[in-house]
């Protein structure tokens, strides 16, 4: 069975998301649908990537991604297929698929050229763009046949975190805010560690604050799981899942998380000192 996602900025309360997954099901009614998330900020492509880069490996080989965020068709704009790792993405060309696939080549980019003959009529990008190329590679069409092959797609790239050897200090800033409030940087693992591996200890600031221990998860909070409760609020640095610095509050949430507590936004710095 072919599994099709969807990942919108379109919410749920509208009527978009069922419109798109009624026009599968009238093309292909065995098509397997699956949201990864509908709840994107309004033409964030930042935080659409991190999301759809986290979630799509997870998916089996073949699976195709529809990317409805900043979507709305424009005939200036082109709307793409990519064909990386191992599976289809089909989204405008905004440059959110070079944010995913920023260190993964693709093994074909394509401009979708299926429907260009009814630009008048395109009111819907999703239902009447990429449903249809969904579907046919669903149903095992080739890709060449929904479009032409090209080089290059729009190019965006993330802030990249810097290292300022005579202040011996990164700087970094908050790339992602999470469901239960975790701040999550843009400083990686590998980043940190290399920088690392000549001094003896290291200071993480950010606002008016402080942490000088990273853990390897949120759990790693807790010493003492007799006594649980008690690291309900505790302020961490962890690496997470992504293998990237994250600020959180054990047992946090929207309300009383690392946002709420540390008052940091999309954008604002994070540090870290070595001596």
């Known amino acids: 069975m072919s599994i099709i996602t969807l990942t919108s900025d379109f919410g749920n309360l509208d009527y978009r998301v069922s419109a798109i997954k009624g026009k599968i099901l009238s093309l292909n009614p065995e098509v397997s649908i699956v949201d990864i998330t509908h709840q994107i900020q309004a033409y964030n492509l930042i935080q659409s990537s991190y999301i759809v880069r986290n979630a799509y490996k997870h998916f089996p080989k073949g699976t195709i991604h529809i990317l ?37 080549k693709p093994e074909a980019i394509y401009e979708i050229t299926l429907n ?23 149903n095992g069409g080739l890709p060449e046949l929904i479009g032409r092959k090209i080089e290059t797609a729009k190019q965006l790239s993330f802030p990249k975190p810097v290292y300022n050897e005579s202040e011996k200090m990164i700087i970094g800033e908050v790339m992602y805010i999470d469901n239960f409030g975790n701040i999550i940087s843009n400083i990686s693992k590998d980043l940190f560690e290399t920088i690392n591996n000549g001094f003896e200890n290291f200071t993480i600031k950010f606002r008016n604050l402080s942490l000088s221990k990273i853990f390897q998860s949120h759990t790693e909070v807790v010493s003492d799981w007799e006594r649980e409760t008690e690291y309900h609020g505790q302020s961490a640095a962890i ?16 309300k009383n998380g690392a946002k709420t507590l540390f008052g940091l936004n999309v954008g604002e710095n994070i540090y870290i000192e070595f001596s």
């Open 68 to 104: 409805s965020v900043d979507s709305f068709f424009n005939k200036s704009r082109k709307n793409i297929l990519y064909q990386a790792d191992g599976s289809y993405f089909i989204a405008a060309d905004n440059g959110l698929l070079s944010l995913i696939f920023f260190d993964v």
């Open 116 to 138: 260009n003959r009814f630009d008048d009529i395109v009111n819907f990008t999703s239902t009447d763009v990429f449903v249809p190329v969904a579907v046919h590679l669903a």
């Open 239 to 254: 690496f997470n899942d992504s293998q990237l610095l994250e600020l959180t509050i054990y047992k946090g949430s929207k």
